[in-house]
């Protein structure tokens, strides 16, 4: 009985400290690359990278978007133009295409109701 009542802390202290592990910061264990919007361009027939579009206001939208869709993302402390997301998604161009559009979408929404 004294050995399984001194196993017991033991036990308890090995979990918590693995669920501690479990709890990094996604900084320290993610590689980041910055978001370039995407956008179809007529003239070329084809999507084109728009990094200009990254503007404080574009960011915000761009933010609660991806947050809307579970995305991870991460915006540098102190910068209103740069946005960083997984590299798999930067590398989705469909799917940067698809988000730059929402956030464009939600910022007209925005604008609209403004002007109302």
């Known amino acids: ?3 399984l009542a001194r196993f017991i802390p033991l036990l308890f202290v090995a979990v918590m400290l693995w669920g501690c592990d479990r709890d990094k ?3 320290e264990t993610t590689r980041w690359t910055e978001f370039v919007p995407i956008v179809w361009s007529v ?3 084809d999507l084109v990278a728009k990094p200009e579009m990254l503007t404080g206001d574009f960011i915000g939208a761009l ?3 991806l947050s809307r869709y579970g995305e991870r993302f991460r915006r540098e402390p102190g910068s209103t133009d740069r ?4 590299p798999e ?3 989705d161009r ?3 295409w698809n988000y730059t559009t929402k956030a464009q979408d939600l910022l ?3 604008r609209g109701a403004v002007e109302k």
């Open 43 to 45: 003239e070329e027939d």
């Open 1 to 3: 009985m004294k050995t």
């Open 94 to 96: 469909d799917l940067v």
């Open 63 to 65: 933010a609660e978007v």
């Open 83 to 86: 946005i960083y997301v997984s």
């Open 25 to 27: 910061d996604e900084s």
């Open 108 to 110: 007209e929404e925005r």
């Open 89 to 91: 998604l930067a590398a």
